[in-house]
């Protein structure tokens, strides 16, 4: 293996490469506020508007291990320029779609494209930095994670007031025209360019692989992101029919493995790799109670209070300021305090979200904006103390050449726990409403109670493996060695 040489353009490659990163996950919220806007504009129903974001969400959720693979196997630097390519492309069609329909299919393309994007972020981070400088980078990645979930709703708010109606949520979609245009131009320069190698994509690229998991992970996300229009009701087989898929899949990837054949997803990132399991668990519980709160919140402040979308964003952004400067913090102290930041996160997290349930509660319904805002502060600080020290600490036993495929896994189980977690909030947030009578802040209090036991669910999950870290770090050069060789055995 060649020695490391740091690439001199790494820190401006990555600022290139989180703007789109950015985008890509901004979208999985942005269009909420645009939704009422959208209906009137297209004259449709509701039932059809909401596969504007659920395609969305869908198609990310189903690409990413694959294109984290083809990111692997094909080049980073060519994967991510074509998925940017093709993320502006189907922007710009969903902006100037003229039908319900043609909207829904672009919404349906930019999710592929940005789930084709979203690993090739991690695999760069893999391969450009290293030691502290990964860390630091994660940081960054972490920030943008955390602040594209939680400033959708805000930005969304501010297009649609400013473009107005009828045509301001096209917008919502146009912005990423020339912010896309130009990330690309950078990347040309930037981004560094691979050794050429010949690639034969029927060996080296798991198309059996990549159909078993599609239909898996559809299995799961289908019924949920269906689940106001009784998703759950109509498609619990789907639940079933994902777990048959999911065995078969990894029945067919260790087959591969055997033969010497390249997997989509080696088992073995689970099995053998230290803290890549456990990490993958508390990212996909922390997103099952993290990313359902933007909906519940959105619920309460304009259904419930009569807020407008720009009002209803703006109260929820203490959230998002205090994720993106802790996460910022936390990436520089990843090396001397490891898993300790994201227990200590996630603490913060509940207790933030408990505060929140508790104070709604004692102070008039015209004051709760205001009064959540240091709570929401507090759970921001310490939201950005976990996704970016987990995602370094998840990957940091990767090898390079997986990097990218490990990346799509992560985010998978990340859009999977989001999916679950808006479905199981906004759920409980309905049902509250109408059996107290439409008395919205106990049903707010309710959804963030539930929030809160996810992610003390997740932080369970994080003292194991804080506990687990510290019996590696005590074993011997050769008890670490023995220990490799069973799991390999075992996996």
Same mark, same amino acid.
């Given at each position: ?31 909420? =506020? ?16 909401? !596969?504007?974001?659920?395609?969305? @969400?869908?198609?990310?959720?189903? %690409? ?48 592929? *494209? ?10 760069? /981070? ?10 630091? @980078? ?12 939680? %400033?959708? $709703? ?23 025209? $020339? ?7 950078? @990347?040309?320069?930037?981004? $560094? ?29 289908? $019924? ?12 619990? !087989? ?11 899949? %990894? ?15 080696? =088992? ?25 709160? !933007? ?33 910022? %913090? ?26 929140? @349930? ?48 490990? &990346? ?7 859009? /999977?726990?989001? *999916? ?37 669910? *997740?932080?369970?999950? *994080? ?27 075992? &996996?």
């Amino acid at each position: 293996m060649s020695e490391y040489q740091p690439d001199p353009k790494r820190w401006r490659a990555l600022a290139v490469t989180l703007t789109a990163g950015f985008m890509s996950l901004l979208d999985v919220s942005i269009v909420n =506020t645009a939704l009422p806007s959208i209906e009137r504009d297209l004259n449709t129903g509701s039932g059809v508007i909401q !596969w504007v974001v659920s395609g969305y @969400a869908l198609s990310f959720g189903l %690409v990413l291990v694959a294109g984290g693979r083809l990111g692997d196997a094909l080049g980073r630097r060519r994967m991510f320029l074509i998925a940017l390519a093709a993320f502006v492309v189907t922007s710009a069609l969903a902006g100037a779609a003229p039908d319900p329909t043609t909207l829904v299919i672009a919404r349906l393309a930019q999710g592929v *494209a940005a789930g084709m994007l979203t690993p090739q972020n991690s695999g760069l /981070i893999q391969d450009l930095f290293r030691g502290a400088e990964r860390g630091r @980078a994660f940081g960054m990645f972490g920030a943008v994670v955390g602040i594209s979930t939680a %400033v959708g $709703p805000v930005l969304g708010g501010i297009i649609l007031a400013v473009f107005g109606d009828p045509n301001g949520w096209r917008w919502v979609f146009y912005v990423n025209v $020339p912010i896309g245009v130009v990330a690309f131009a950078l @990347a040309l320069r930037l981004l $560094p360019k691979s050794e050429p190698r010949a690639v034969r994509l029927r060996s080296e690229i798991d198309f059996a692989g990549m159909l078993l998991l599609a239909i898996a992970v559809l299995g799961v996300l289908l $019924p949920l992101v269906e689940s106001e229009q009784r998703g759950l009701e109509k498609l619990w !087989w789907l639940f079933p029919l994902a777990v048959v898929f999911g065995v078969a899949f %990894v029945r067919w990837e260790h087959r591969r493995a055997r033969n010497g054949r390249s997997p989509l997803l080696d =088992t073995r990132l689970f099995t053998t790799t230290p803290g890549y399991a456990s990490g993958a668990a508390v990212g996909a519980l922390y997103f099952c109670g993290f990313a359902g709160i !933007w909906l519940v919140f959105a619920l309460f402040f304009q259904q419930g209070l009569g807020y407008t979308p720009l009002q209803s964003g703006l109260s929820v952004t203490p959230f998002a300021l205090g994720s993106a400067v802790a996460a910022a %913090v936390a990436g520089r102290l990843v090396p001397r305090w490891g898993r300790r930041l994201t227990v200590t996160g996630l603490s913060l997290v509940a207790f933030g979200l408990l505060t929140v @349930a508790l104070v709604v509660q004692l102070v008039p319904p015209s004051a709760a904006g205001l009064a959540v805002a240091v709570p929401l502060l507090i759970g921001g600080v310490g939201g950005g103390m976990v996704i970016s020290p987990n995602t370094t600490l998840t990957l940091e036993c990767v090898p390079t050449t997986m990097a990218g495929v490990a &990346g799509g896994a992560l985010q998978t189980g990340q859009r /999977i726990g989001t *999916a679950i977690g808006t479905s199981v909030l906004a759920s409980v947030f309905q049902s509250v409403v109408v059996a107290s009578g439409r008395h919205y802040p106990v049903a707010l209090s309710v959804a963030m109670c539930c929030a809160a036991a996810l992610t003390c669910v *997740a932080l369970v999950v *994080a003292i194991l493996e804080l506990r687990a870290r510290r019996v590696r770090s005590g074993l011997t050069e050769a008890q670490r060695a023995a220990q490799a060789a069973a799991d390999v055995q075992r &996996g």
